[in-house]
């Protein structure tokens, strides 16, 4: 990473220290804190990671598509089969839609995830390594401590899976993956494997589980605890085919959080206070960014060019595979109609668009984003347990429970083996529908894109530009590394195939 990016990163973070903190701003220019000054003591430490928290949601740059967690997840599903665009609205993702950002060096949309999770992995360095000197309440210390890890580990996790080849269980590992990062040293790094990658991201998640066992109690569902990591442990683990350790975890991350009610399913999508929820961004009344929230690209009630004119879509061909008794198909309206939300004359109608995310309002386009839920630690144990020899009556107990929730008309299927696996799969798919999954489940599962074709499914030529397929593995699998940063490494840092 070359030292004005590294420079830059810094900037951002710190910035975002002075933006959540009255008292800090008192003491330090609100442009620019000394980093003495921002590791001095545990309250400071923690005042880092609420800045952290803060740009999951929030942008830093002038591109409101690019708008922190919150758009690489809306990236990451615009790249799949699931998440429909029925018209190209005002461009946004529209790009991403037709798989162009990633072979792009030097495109914006290349370099956003790259830049977003390095930033991260700064700050979350500067507590880690700073933070043992900080004065003042050791619990608070060792908090910050263990977030800054997992913040590592999660950031390390996102950068291999998008500009690696995928990890493939039994096997060295030992293509490219990215830089790690653990110190706050500038200077240029090559490329870790993929496989040292994932080695030190599951030591932070380590040593961040260790640091919480003794922690009871969280600010907010924005912050990190035992239960979120080992969720984190759980999708890693999942990642890299070590599935009774993937289930292990998504076991214990859902303790204590139990699947919501049908009638809660149905009411938008949008408040940290679901207690299905386990970690999730709130995003603050007046630090809304209008037209670059969650809201604004994925609800479909609230009145911008890019609601009213390109809402998001289920594919039909996954929306059918399910009865009207589940109660997740009552989430996307067939007709588009929509007529419960009282829409506008001027909003668009489309086919089997989405009421899943609502926005607070019309006028209002807040809308908490959900990062991780016991429905999805539900479903990595149904699916890790069925890939275990032996295990499948283990995973069918759990996926019942599941199913009976989201369709209590459910009846267990007979299906058994790679069948009963794919059962699970699509509930995945219907369940974690706009949550940023389905790009990297298919590189994970090493599936290739099938959006069907434009005779059989409602996905637009025109929108994704006759992109209907790409076979396992096409190059285009792999974000490439931006070329900023080969040139500012002067070569150390090699590209993915152009």
Sequence with gaps: MKKYIINFVLAIGLASVSSCSGDFLDTVPTDSVDETSAVSTADNLMTIINGMHRDLYYRQNSNQGQNGQAGIMIMMDALGEDLVFPSTGNGWYISTVRWQDQIN??????????????????????????????????????????????????????????????????????????????????????????????????????????????????????????????????????????????????????????????????????????????????????????????????????????????????????????????????????????????????????????????????????????????????????EALARIPGKEADSRVVFNQFMLNRNPSYVASSNTGTAYINEILDSRRIELWGEGFRFLDLKRLNLPLDRGTSATTNHSATVVNNVYSVPVGDKRWQYLIPKAEIDASNGLVEQNPL
């Design 105 to 382: 060096e030097n495109g914006a949309n290349d370099f956003y995830p790259y830049q977003f999770y390095y930033a991260l992995i700064r700050n979350a360095n500067t507590v880690i390594n700073a933070g043992d000197n900080a004065t003042g309440d050791v619990a608070i210390k060792n908090k910050a401590i263990a977030e800054a890890y997992a913040y590592r580990a999660f950031c390390h996790y996102m950068l291999v899976q998008l500009y690696g080849i995928r990890y493939t269980n039994g096997s060295t590992n030992n293509q490219p993956g990215v830089p790690i990062r653990t110190s706050l040293d500038t200077a240029p790094k090559g490329r870790n494997t993929v496989e040292e990658v994932y080695a030190q991201v599951n030591a932070d998640l380590d040593k961040s589980i260790s640091l919480l066992t003794t922690y009871t109690g969280r600010a907010a569902k924005s912050h990190f605890d035992l239960n979120v990591v080992r969720g984190l442990k759980a999708r890693v683990a999942l990642t890299q085919g070590n599935y009774q350790l993937a289930a292990d975890n998504a076991k214990l991350a859902r303790t204590g959080y139990g699947l919501m009610s049908n009638a809660t399913y149905l009411s938008g999508f949008n408040t940290v206070s679901n207690g299905e929820w386990m970690w999730g961004s709130y995003i603050v009344a007046d630090q809304t960014d209008y037209f670059g929230n969650y809201g604004a690209y994925m609800s479909r009630n609230y009145n911008s060019t890019n609601i009213r004119t390109a809402p998001k879509a289920i594919n039909k061909l996954l929306f059918q595979k399910f009865p009207a008794t589940d109660v997740r198909t009552k989430n996307f309206d067939p007709t588009g109609q929509h007529t419960a939300l009282g829409l506008p004359s001027n909003f668009a109608k489309f086919a089997y668009t989405s009421q899943k995310f609502l926005a607070v309002s019309t006028s209002d386009s807040r809308c908490d984003v959900p990062l991780m839920r016991a429905a999805e630690m539900y479903l990595t144990e149904a």
